[in-house]
């Protein structure tokens, strides 16, 4: 993948084929781990897209504050179809 864009569409289509465990069990990962610079970003943008597009509620993770938001970096769970975070 030659851009962020690029990496992110790649993504966005591969994590189709996912199931929600295996989405969220990525996100819990990629979270725990360091060192992957602006990749890491722009694949936990592509795994809470798909989240999404499934109806999975994100707003115990988004934060609204100033006008600026916040998707808090922590593993998840699903409850009742509610990303809860574990922190």
Do not use: C
Not at 36 to 63: H, M, Y
């Amino acid at each position: 993948m030659s851009t962020p864009v690029q990496l992110y569409q790649h993504l966005v289509e591969k994590f189709r084929n996912y199931s929600t465990e295996e989405l969220i069990h990525l996100n819990n990962e990629i979270v725990k781990s360091t060192g992957w610079g602006s990749s890491r970003g722009t694949f936990r943008t592509a795994i809470l897209n798909a989240l999404s597009k499934r109806g999975i509620d994100l707003s115990r993770i988004i934060r609204r504050e100033d006008g600026f938001t916040t998707v808090l970096l922590t593993p998840v769970r699903l409850d009742e179809n509610v990303l809860i975070p574990l922190n």
